[in-house]
T-cell receptor
Framework: QQPVQSPQAVILREGEDAVINCSSS?????VHWYRQKHGEAPVFLMI?????EQKGHEKISASFNEKKQQSSLYLTASQLSYSGTYFCGTELDSLSTSGTYKYIFGTGTRLKVLA | DGGITQSPKYLFRKEGQNVTLSCEQNLNHDAMYWYRQDPGQGLRLIYYSQIVNDFQKGDIAEGYSVSREKKESFPLTVTSAQKNPTAFYLC????????????FGEGSWLTVV
């Protein structure tokens, strides 16, 4: 059930771009993206709800494919502050179906930006 | 300000001891969660609760217990049955409504010595 992220780790130079993917074998109700610094709480980046949706701004944006089984996070012209671990998260079993409601997260992608 | 408070931030436990991690939220959220994170690993769901006096096991509930006696509180007990408890523990909460985000506490580091 856990979404799979790729790559597991990536090293960039400042100014380079990166793409992080989040895939699921089943359609996701939504996808949430977070960034976490070591030993700190994850910080919310954005949420996508609709198939085909694209969101974000020039530097950090995300897309959700039409089938809602894959989302990608785009980091453009990376900065040192982008370093951290990125997680995608999703809601399982929307209340409208099974009556349960919980969040699970992907496997994580460690990103390191070098000066 | 509204938020989630976890305590303690750092905790050392001797083998064979039970320890309880506190999680309090003043966001008026119905749902609360506990996640475990190991170095370089993702977030794994331990327990979650959608309503007071009710909770469900997550993916790695063995060796842990929780209670939900009040809406704002969701303490996690790491029992002696948990064989490898050293990890970073995150508490979170959310509205029980699809499409809403989840909010995290600052986390608690547990080390077995």
């Amino acid at each position: 059930q856990q979404p799979v992220q790729s790559p597991q780790a990536v090293i960039l130079r400042e100014g380079e771009d990166a793409v992080i993917n989040c895939s699921s074998s089943k359609a996701l109700y939504s996808v949430h993206w977070y960034r976490q610094k070591h030993g700190e709480a994850p910080v919310f980046l954005m949420i996508l709800l609709k198939g085909g949706e694209q969101k974000g701004h020039e530097k950090i944006s995300a897309s959700f494919n039409e089938k809602k089984q894959q989302s990608s996070l785009y980091l453009t012209a990376s900065q040192l502050s982008y370093s951290g671990t990125y997680f995608c998260g999703t809601e399982l079993d929307s209340l409208s179906t099974s009556g349960t409601y919980k969040y699970i997260f992907g496997t994580g992608t460690r990103l390191k930006v070098l000066a | 300000d509204g938020g989630i408070t976890q305590s303690p931030k750092y905790l050392f436990r001797k083998e064979g001891q039970n320890v309880t991690l506190s999680c309090e939220q003043n966001l008026n959220h119905d749902a609360m969660y506990w996640y475990r994170q190991d170095p370089g690993q993702g977030l794994r769901l331990i327990y979650y609760s959608q309503i007071v006096n009710d909770f469900q096991k997550g993916d790695i509930a063995e060796g842990y217990s929780v209670s939900r006696e009040k809406k704002e509180s969701f303490p996690l007990t790491v029992t002696s049955a948990q064989k490898n408890p050293t990890a970073f523990y995150l508490c979170a909460s959310s509205i029980v409504l699809s499409g809403n985000t989840i909010y995290f506490g600052e986390g608690s580091w547990l080390t077995v010595v």
